[in-house]
């Protein structure tokens, strides 16, 4: 951690330095300055320029490493025979190491953005104010800085600490809890408990200091907050608490779900629809975010797709063709791998393909706003914690979403397969979001690839394909970095790592 620390002093405060971001009269604009920090939180200026430096980190810690590198460790895709590695070892799970640079570079982003957030909670009061409106407005920047933080933490602790149960978390292992800015600090683990306090605190923080939102923000709100507590209580399985919430964000009315192929193509071609509750801002050519580039690798000059990862024959077919989300999540592509091409029959996904708004060439950068959080995912909790509350309600909330979505009702399913209904729902509409793998270990479930579209084009055998990984083993929790290991002796390993 103590180089973690000095790294990020180095990046984001230059040694006497803190980072800002300079902006245009568009709020959400992110060029950036420097200027010392003994001259920054004086005033409105600053306030603003800190805060949109703030949003610009967030925009580049959602998507790529951020949201793949699970998706693809779990049961969804085979690698292609041109995947040259990227991403391998989490895919593989055989020879996936602390040293990894999926595990450094994730955990160290995360930890850095936390720099400049816990720095606008320590020093934004000292913004001189002068009238109400402005007073308003920093306490609006502090309730997004501890949403923010809340945020950061709970991807930090689904991804290194062990998953919560209620009777250990007071000594379960969680993450790291740095709230203030300190270069020689070099923190334990606090528990799992600890961090999921944190986190919480950190939400209510926040909704004390935000107003609701409206479809297509690119600012955290209200709203937001109460989607991130009902995705982390659902973790916690604290399941009346993600009712609770979930239905004060539903029946607002603000987020209706989209229930056209129309619609369900422009959320995620161009970035716009009444189900985003918050997603980064994102502009060409300057301001763009990292991108989900490892599904399509169109070539221009053949006009086939060499992507790194496939989708299973499972998971294509878990799409029914009146399934208003296949033809835009999955589509039938010409490929060519390895030199031999496949023009028919093969699924590629398409759920991000690109926003046509964000290109820099003639062809795509796959290139889109991050989606933070968006009602589709609440309806989702919901349900899932409803099934251990109230099953009749859990079905009526699970049908909402498929009729939405263009399937059946269902009648008459309880038990398992209601639970298996509203996993296999879970799993359609948050396709590639970076949960799967969270999810398996929240249910107790395997890591279990199966029969591949076709197995010309991608790699085969016990890692790959064939690859089996019982629920509860230890790689379902990443290793703490194996730098930080050596540089803070306070920290204890994962067990398996």
Known sequence: MKQIMKKLINIFLGA?????????????RFPYDQIEQTQAFQTMT????????????????????????????????????DFGNRNGFPHRWEGFLATDYTIRDTWQLYYSAMVNVNNILENMHRIETSNAAEEAIIEGYIGEAHLARAFYYHQLVIRWGKPYDSSTASTDPGVPLVLTYDPVLRPARATVQQTYDQILSDITEAKTRLSAGAPNSTRLNRDAALALEARVHL??????????????????????LINTAEGLENMWVNDTGSEIIMHAFASAPS????????????????????PDFIPQQWVVDLFEENDLRREIYLEEKPLRVQGTDYDSGIYLLTKYQG?????VG?????????????IAETYLNKAEAQFHVDQGAALTTLNELRVARGLNALSGVSGDALFEAIKEERTRELLAEGMRLNDLMRWGMPVERKAPQHTGPINRGQFYDELFVPAGDPKFIWGIPSNDMTINENLVQNPGW
């Open 355 to 359: 926003n046509p708004q964000l290109f």
């Open 362 to 374: 003639t062809h795509t950068n796959y290139q889109h706003k991050p989606k933070v959080f968006r």
């Open 235 to 256: 973790h916690m399985k604290n399941y009346s608490a993600v009712v609770n919430v979930a239905n004060e964000l539903i029946n607002s009315g603000r987020y209706p």
């Open 16 to 28: 006497a330095f803190f980072a800002i971001f300079t902006v245009s009269c568009e709020v959400e």
């Open 46 to 81: 600053d306030a603003e320029n800190i805060n949109n430096g703030m949003y610009a980190q967030l925009r580049n810690r959602v998507y790529n490493i951020f949201m793949f590198s699970t998706d693809v460790q779990a049961d969804l895709f085979n690698a292609s025979l």
């Open 287 to 306: 301001e763009l975010p990292a991108a989900n580039n490892i599904y399509l690798g169109f070539q221009p000059a053949t006009g086939k797709f060499t």
